[in-house]
């Protein structure tokens, strides 16, 4: 068995972990920190769980591991992994924060990290040592484009997307109460976000001749739970059929992205590990849908997904998760 652990179990992307695992029939949780709720069970604040595990928050880890989670904020991975635990080695980590995701940052403490987007770098994965786990909206936009880019594409791309309320995590903030949320939505980051960075390492990296991508994003916070939605427009000459082929072929061997053949939505993903993409042409312009759960494809389930990898199990284990569908 593999025994993990998890540092910050106390949040969104923490407590959809501690949801997977305890289900995985080849994990056991070692334990689940968190310094503001050290000392209380994992079900006082994870209200779904009572009844499911009588695990309680500690304050710091062990080493006794086989792999660790750090699903923390940004900037406090590498301050987690500098003063706080030592880790032996051997022990295989996933971080979810954003420390580690571009080839300038990857290298930290004499560990290599690897981008861990599955679609992308499923062979290195399963080598890796320690994982860079993607970004939300990063995840959504690289599963709508990789075929397009590993085609020769060089074009503009003009993106919206909207993102549910736990995109945010769980920090309060004047955009993040009922009152602001309900009923509403905003643009924010136009054309900034930070998830354009690691976007467009990966684009240029599937690219014949490296094109560095040139995306125009301006992602939305929409007024529900969970859950992005992005639609990217660009001009090709590919037909439609035969751009839909080579999206099929591209993720043919990829069990958790998916092609429809029909218009998609949200509650299609909500709640699993997949993304489902939806391609459409009028008029010389393309446009590319994709819809993907943030906190597990875009998160919690893709870093299972790539701890199966990692321990050679089947990459789906664990992971045959029921839509919200109603």
Same mark, same amino acid.
């Given at each position: ?31 689940? !920190? ?10 006082? $604040? ?38 706080? /635990? ?40 399963? %080598? ?12 959504? /936009? ?5 075929? @397009? ?7 503009? $791309? ?32 136009? /054309?900034?976000?930070?998830? /354009? ?45 035969? @751009? ?14 998916? $092609? ?10 909500? %709640? ?8 459409? !042409? ?12 943030? @906190? ?11 701890? %199966? ?18």
């Amino acid at each position: 068995m593999i025994r993990a652990g998890i540092v910050g179990a106390a949040g969104y992307t923490g407590g959809e972990l501690i949801r997977i695992l305890l289900r995985h029939p080849e994990v056991n949780i070692a334990f689940a !920190q968190s310094k503001s709720q050290a000392g209380k069970a994992v079900s006082s $604040v994870h209200q779904d769980l009572l009844g499911e595990t009588d695990l309680k928050f500690s304050d710091d880890g062990s080493p006794d591991i086989d792999e660790l989670f750090l699903c923390v904020g940004h900037g406090d991975a590498k301050k987690f992994l500098e003063h706080i /635990l030592p880790i032996h080695d051997s022990i295989r980590i996933i971080d979810l924060s954003q420390d580690f995701r571009l080839k300038a940052n990857s290298t930290f403490g004499g560990r290599k990290f690897v981008y861990g987007l599955p679609e992308l770098n499923r062979s290195e994965i399963t %080598n890796a040592q320690n994982i860079a786990n993607p970004g939300c909206f990063a995840t959504a /936009l690289q599963l709508s484009l990789l075929p @397009l880019f590993a085609n020769g594409f060089k074009g503009d $791309v003009y993106t919206t997307g909207i993102t549910g309320a736990t995109g945010a995590g769980q920090g309060l903030s004047p955009s993040s109460h009922f009152a602001w949320r309900a009923n509403n939505i905003q643009a924010y980051k136009s /054309l900034t976000h930070q998830h /354009l960075l690691e976007v467009g390492e990966s684009l240029s990296s599937v690219s014949p001749k490296q094109i560095k991508p040139k995306i125009n994003f301006i992602p939305w916070r929409g007024d529900f739970a969970r859950g992005i939605f992005v639609s990217q427009q660009m001009h090709t000459d590919i037909a439609l059929q035969d @751009l839909v082929s080579i999206y099929k072929d591209y993720y043919k061997e990829h069990s958790f992205t998916t $092609v429809s053949d029909h218009a998609i939505y949200l509650k299609q993903v909500v %709640n699993t590990n997949k993304c489902i993409i939806q391609i459409e !042409q009028e008029d010389g312009q393309t446009v590319i849908h994709a819809a993907i759960d943030n @906190l597990l494809k875009g998160a919690s389930g893709q870093a299972v997904q790539n701890m %199966n990898l990692m321990f050679g199990l089947n990459e789906t284990t664990g992971l045959h998760l029921k839509a919200s569908y109603f």
